[in-house]
């Protein structure tokens, strides 16, 4: 069983950058493609970033394409999402995931879910 545990959120200004981090343990990070989504107040669990086992591969939503980097480093076992340019709609909780494939347009077949981290961006 994989255990995901996000750090990095908090408070900042429309604009502003945040980098997230996921910590993971209990399995070799490099067996699993990675990824982060969030939940918006009244809103779907939706897909932000991901990627494949060696971190060459990656996957955006349309919607933060240009401003969000997901990154990862095997040897430290960290996800990481750096988020720049954000928007007051980039407020959400964020999740680390674990998948067992990298699709077209996401990662499919989570495993493992983080408990999430709060963004919260003020216009």
């Known amino acids: 069983q994989v255990q995901l545990v996000e750090s990095g959120g908090g408070l900042v200004q429309a604009g502003g950058s945040l980098r997230l981090s996921c910590a993971v343990s209990?399995?070799?990070?490099?067996?699993?493609?990675m990824g982060w989504f969030r939940q918006a107040p009244g809103k779907e669990r939706e897909f932000v970033a991901a990627?494949?086992?060696?971190?060459?591969?990656?996957r955006y939503v349309d919607s933060v394409k240009g401003r969000f980097t997901i990154s990862r480093e095997n040897a430290k076992n960290t996800i990481d999402l750096q988020m720049n340019s954000l928007k007051p709609e980039d407020t959400a909780v964020y999740y680390c995931?674990?998948?067992?494939?990298?699709?077209?347009?996401?990662?499919?077949?989570?495993?493992?879910w983080g408990k999430g981290t709060l963004v919260t961006v003020s216009s």
């Open positions: 995931a674990a998948g067992s494939v990298l699709t077209m347009t996401g990662l499919g077949g989570i495993t493992s």
């Open positions: 209990g399995r070799t990070l490099s067996m699993y493609p």
């Open positions: 990627t494949g086992w060696n971190g060459v591969n990656t």
